[in-house]
């Protein structure tokens, strides 16, 4: 006889019991309803579905959890639906870079936690773009932040360097529990961490972590299941600003002038600074590396005419 895995089992009992235990608990006068899960529509689906998410981590649903999907899934369903309009966009472009570093998909999510998946967004901290890298550890990284250029908002060059983090943060520590929460807060503050539970377990180091990063996971957790789910709680992404849609980023290896890439695509100068939150002036130095160029697919062919007719009247 075929068997029932037992993580399917003890799902599909733990949901049928949720389902049986709600109506009758909810008619006894005293009984409060559990913390995270009032405002939650179909909570007891929530759970089973957890358990079958595909996850890095213990996918497991806990009242921390719970207290995050409500603000996704009620109050903050109109900012979830434009944070996945925004997913349109970037995500399959995270995509890349983590099969490119062999690293679970999933963890794509990982930047709705971050930055709600805003390029532009900088923090008071000194963080900035999806992956809100501060300044000292995007240059251990190789990313470039000086007075021209800040490839944190560059969403190419802050994804290759983050996922690499991320892959150097989970050889060292084991568990994406660990890799996780030390991409939060830093290697040291986990180190720290580990050293006063006096074990790696993260169930044990958790509650020496600073307050934010004790809530990174359930964060985590609760991003994970709204971008998988969404559909189940008739949520729908809010189409994005059709240039972000048809945009491409390409490496440019040369000096680059915003007013020129206006002169030759006739798009507007705050056109292409919003399409590359990254330059910070509007005329680049050329970099050995080159710097990508994000425009609408239709600009490239302009803009390529007028580059190769500069070089040849240089």
């Given at each position: 006889?075929?068997?029932?895995?037992?993580?399917?089992?003890?799902?599909?009992l733990g949901?049928?019991?949720?389902?049986?235990?709600a109506?009758?608990l909810?008619?006894v006068?005293?009984?409060?309803?559990?913390?995270?899960?009032?405002?939650l529509?179909n909570e007891?689906?929530?759970?089973?579905?957890?358990a079958?998410m595909?996850?890095?981590?213990?996918?497991g649903?806990?009242?921390d959890?719970?207290?995050?999907?409500?603000?996704?899934?009620t109050?903050?369903?109109?900012?979830?639906?434009?944070?996945?309009?925004?997913g349109?966009?970037?995500?399959?472009v995270?995509e890349h870079y983590l099969?490119?570093?062999?690293?679970?998909k999933?963890?794509k999510?990982?930047?709705?936690?971050e930055?709600?998946?805003?390029?532009?967004?900088?923090?008071?901290?000194?963080?900035a773009?999806?992956w809100?890298?501060?300044?000292?550890?995007?240059?251990s990284?190789g990313?470039?932040?000086?007075?021209?250029?800040?490839?944190?908002?560059?969403?190419?060059?802050?994804?290759a360097?983050?996922t690499?983090?991320?892959q150097?943060?989970?050889?060292?520590?084991?568990?994406?529990?660990?890799?996780?929460?030390?991409?939060?807060?830093?290697?040291?503050?986990?180190?720290?961490?580990?050293?006063?539970?006096g074990c790696q377990?993260y169930?044990q180091?958790?509650?020496?972590?600073?307050?934010?990063?004790?809530?990174y996971?359930?964060?985590?957790k609760?991003?994970?299941?709204?971008?998988?789910?969404?559909?189940?709680?008739?949520?729908?992404p809010?189409?994005p600003?059709?240039?972000?849609?048809?945009?491409?980023?390409a490496r440019?290896?040369g000096a680059?002038?915003?007013?020129?890439?206006?002169?030759?695509?006739g798009?507007?100068?705050?056109?292409?600074?919003?399409?590359?939150?990254?330059?910070?002036e509007?005329?680049?130095?050329?970099?050995?590396a080159?710097?990508?160029?994000?425009?609408?697919?239709i600009?490239?062919?302009?803009?390529m005419?007028?580059i190769?007719?500069?070089?040849?009247?240089?």
């Amino acid at each position: 006889m075929r068997r029932i895995p037992l993580t399917l089992a003890a799902a599909w009992l733990g949901y049928w019991h949720a389902q049986a235990a709600a109506p009758f608990l909810a008619s006894v006068p005293g009984v409060p309803t559990p913390i995270g899960t009032s405002n939650l529509p179909n909570e007891p689906e929530i759970r089973f579905r957890m358990a079958m998410m595909q996850s890095p981590l213990n996918s497991g649903y806990d009242a921390d959890v719970g207290a995050y999907l409500s603000r996704y899934l009620t109050y903050g369903s109109t900012e979830t639906e434009a944070i996945l309009g925004r997913g349109m966009v970037y995500l399959p472009v995270i995509e890349h870079y983590l099969e490119k570093c062999g690293l679970p998909k999933q963890l794509k999510f990982l930047p709705i936690v971050e930055s709600k998946l805003l390029p532009h967004v900088a923090s008071t901290k000194g963080a900035a773009g999806l992956w809100q890298l501060v300044p000292a550890t995007a240059r251990s990284l190789g990313l470039v932040v000086d007075d021209h250029l800040d490839e944190r908002k560059d969403i190419n060059r802050a994804t290759a360097a983050a996922t690499s983090y991320l892959q150097k943060l989970y050889t060292k520590y084991g568990t994406w529990e660990l890799a996780l929460v030390a991409y939060n807060c830093g290697p040291g503050r986990l180190n720290q961490a580990i050293k006063k539970a006096g074990c790696q377990e993260y169930a044990q180091v958790r509650q020496h972590l600073p307050a934010e990063t004790q809530n990174y996971i359930a964060k985590y957790k609760a991003a994970l299941y709204i971008g998988t789910f969404y559909q189940q709680h008739g949520l729908s992404p809010t189409l994005p600003d059709p240039l972000l849609l048809n945009a491409l980023a390409a490496r440019v290896y040369g000096a680059i002038s915003i007013k020129e890439i206006a002169e030759a695509t006739g798009l507007s100068v705050s056109t292409i600074r919003w399409l590359n939150p990254g330059f910070k002036e509007d005329n680049l130095p050329a970099r050995k590396a080159g710097i990508f160029v994000t425009l609408p697919k239709i600009s490239w062919e302009a803009y390529m005419g007028a580059i190769q007719k500069a070089g040849t009247k240089a």
